[in-house]
Every structure is written in C-alpha cells, then in structure tokens.
C-alpha cells in the first residue's frame, strides 16, 4: 500500500481539521487572534516533505523539511507563540495525522504500518526540532536588540540619576528585581552557551530567553517612562501642532490594545460619533494620552466593560473621557494620582502588577503640553472616568 499516496490526498483535510484543533485548545493561546492564513504557515510544505518521506521510490530524505520548520519557527517567534504552544501544535498535528490515516493504516500489512509510523514520527520529531533551533535563534536576535537598545538607555539614565538625586532610591527599587533576573538568567544562558552539550538544552535555554526578554522589556519601559517624564520636567518636550484626525487616533490606540483587554474578557466600547473631525494638535502627544489612559483603565479592571467616548464642547474645546468599571480609587488617593511613582493598591497588594506610577503623571504633563485639562471621577468598586479636555486648536506660545 502507498501510504505517501494517500497522505498526499489527505493533505488538505489534515491541514482543515489541525486548524481546528489549534483554534480549540486552550494551551495554544497565542493562536486565538490569528487568521487562518497565519496559523497554517508553512506546515503544507510539512506535510509534503512527509509524502516524500513516506514513499519507498524516494527513500527517507528529510532535507526537504528543513527550510520549512525553520521558516515557521522564526514566524512562531514573531507572532508571540512560547515554547511549550509550539510543541503542543506538533503533538496535535502528530494526534490529527494518525487519526485520519488510521483507517487506510490498518489495512496493511504490520510491516508497513510499522514503516508508515515510524518514518512519520520521524519526519515530526525533525520538523520540531529545526523549529525550535529557528525560534531558538530568533529570541537570541531579539534578546540582543533588547541589550543594545538598553545599552543605549543606561547612559541616559546614569546622566538622569546624577541629576534627579529626589528620584534616586524610587528609581533604584523599581529597577533591581527586573534587573536582578536579567543578569541572573544572562549569565546562565551564557553558561549553556559553552557547554558541549548544548544542542540538548535547547528547551531550558528558551526558557532563561523568555524571562531575560520579559524582564528586559518591563524594564525598558520603566526606562522610557522615567525618561519621558524627565525631558518633559526640563523644558525638552514641544509640541508640533498639525491636522489630526481624531477618530483615526482612538482608533488606532483601540485596535492596539484590544489584545490587553481580550486577555480579560474585557469589553471595549468606543463612541466617536460626536468627535471632531479634525483638531490641530501634536498627533503623537495625543496617541500618547489615549493609550496611556485606557491601558491604565484594562490594567485596574478585572471585569466589565472600558468605554471610551468622544465630543465636541463650547468655546473650541473637545473632550475625550475614558471610563472603567475597576477598582475605583479612594478620595484620599485621587489628589495624588498624577503625581509620579504613585499606585493604586487593592485589598490584598498595595499597588496592581505591571504598574510603574509613570503613566498618569506623564498624562498630566503632556495634557498641560497641550494647553488642555485632565478631570478624574471614582468611585471605590464601581470604575474611575478620566475625561481630558482641549482646545480645538493648539496656540503655539512664543519662546
């Protein structure tokens, strides 16, 4: 019987019915808002590198597979996936192959079912392991842009330090877990790097990778928030007014974040109905308020709904309000709440994870930037609504 043939015509259904199995498990999160385009990737050339594989007149070269399980590996690390969703999308694509030929399988003989299985698995086990080196080598790339780009940050921050002693212990506290981590996971996988064993580790190195990049970017993004709010503070931040569609900015911070608030089975509600169609203003310090506030209102929000809405106000002014159903933050607290390095904390933690204390004091300056006015309404278990307003056209100051 030749398998290779029959598993050339089920190709197309293996594909079909290992999308769907992808899309349905729940270990393979990364998939979920992916088109099915993306999620099927290269795995054709797969799986027709396994028809060769399989047929007797070809032998059992598998070189064919390399240059598609690299491909996909470096688009897996593009696309977010971790180690362990990559090798269950190979244990599914094992289950579906062996269900759907399992009725042609058994109709020979035991020797070639044995060779069909075997050469399979094979042919799997080679796929995952040429992906895994790709992805291997794509999180290497990406780790080394990471100690570049805070290279280049570390000697910005050292000139803030010495001149901002006020911020010193805060800013030292902030930085020395994530940092911590990073050099202890550096040095490890530089450890592993040498050892002459390393090509059996390569699971374990992923893993240090993934912590050292987490870390890494929480930490870069402390960087660039303490930095932001430092050029603003000495006079280094202008404004450059122009044309700005409005809609097209909320938009456009709504469609990048709706990732953050899926992950909480958050509901996002936007209203621009009443917006301006245009208002002079600098576009990029405008994107920067939006995201800022509503990736502030997903972060103390567990449950419920984020609505943002938009109008336009007397006197040339519009305004912009953001409203959650979080925490809530306490009177007490709502006069301190712009002020930097302030978090709000629940019942069991004194401040939400994730939460640096920058985000909404960098709102404040870049609203006053902007000639405009930031109002705050909350209430303790009910949400907060932060509603920003400004002027319809940014009057350029004389120097």
Not at 61 to 83: C, M, N, Y
Not at 141 to 166: A, F, G, I, K, P
Not at 332 to 341: N, R, T, V
Request: glycine share 4%; charged share 25%; aromatic share 6%.
């Amino acid at each position: 019987m030749d398998f290779s043939q029959l598993l050339a015509e089920k190709t197309n259904t293996i594909l079909s019915k290992w999308i769907v199995s992808v899309r349905r498990d729940g270990q393979i999160e990364s998939a979920d808002d992916l088109s099915y385009t993306a999620i099927k990737n290269h795995l054709p050339e797969v799986l027709k590198a396994m028809v060769t594989v399989l047929s007797k007149s070809q032998g059992n070269d598998i070189k064919s597979i390399v240059t598609a399980s690299w491909e996909h590996g470096v688009l897996r690390a593009e696309q977010g996936f971790d180690p362990a969703e990559i090798a269950r999308e190979y244990h599914l694509l094992r289950t579906v192959i062996f269900e759907t030929m399992e009725p042609d399988l058994l109709e020979g003989t035991p020797l070639e079912i044995i060779r069909a299985m075997r050469l399979i698995d094979t042919v799997i086990d080679e796929a995952i392991a040429r992906c895994f080196n790709s992805y291997f080598e794509e999180r290497l790339r990406e780790l080394q842009q990471l100690y570049s780009s805070l290279t280049l940050h570390n000697q910005e921050l050292n000139r803030l330090v010495t001149t901002n002693q006020d911020y010193l212990s805060q800013i030292a506290h902030e930085l020395k877990s994530p940092l911590a981590s990073i050099i202890s996971y550096s040095n490890l996988f530089l450890r592993e790097q040498t050892d002459e064993t390393r090509e059996n580790k390569t699971y374990a190195n992923l893993e240090y990778i993934e912590r050292v990049l987490r870390n890494g970017r929480r930490l870069l993004r402390l960087i660039n928030d303490i930095l932001e709010l430092s050029r603003y503070d000495a006079g280094k931040i202008k404004p450059d007014p122009a044309p700005t569609n409005v809609s097209g900015v909320i938009n456009n911070v709504c469609e990048m974040l709706e990732p953050l608030a899926k992950e909480k089975n958050l509901q996002m509600i936007v209203d621009w109905k009443n917006a301006p169609e245009e208002v002079i203003t600098d576009p990029v310090q405008l994107q920067q308020i939006v995201t800022n506030i509503i990736s502030n209102a997903i972060r103390y929000t567990e449950s419920g709904t984020i609505i943002v809405m938009c109008q336009v106000l007397k006197l040339e002014r519009w305004a912009i309000a953001v409203s959650d159903s979080g925490i809530g933050i306490k009177p007490e607290d709502q006069a301190q709440i712009f002020e930097p390095y302030f978090r709000v904390g629940t019942a069991n933690k004194s401040y939400v994870p994730g939460s640096t204390g920058l985000g909404l004091a960098i709102v404040s300056r870049l609203v006053k930037l902007l000639q405009g006015e930031i109002n705050l309404v909350s209430e303790v278990g009910v949400g907060s609504t932060f509603t920003v307003i400004l002027p319809m056209q940014l009057q350029m100051l004389e120097n």
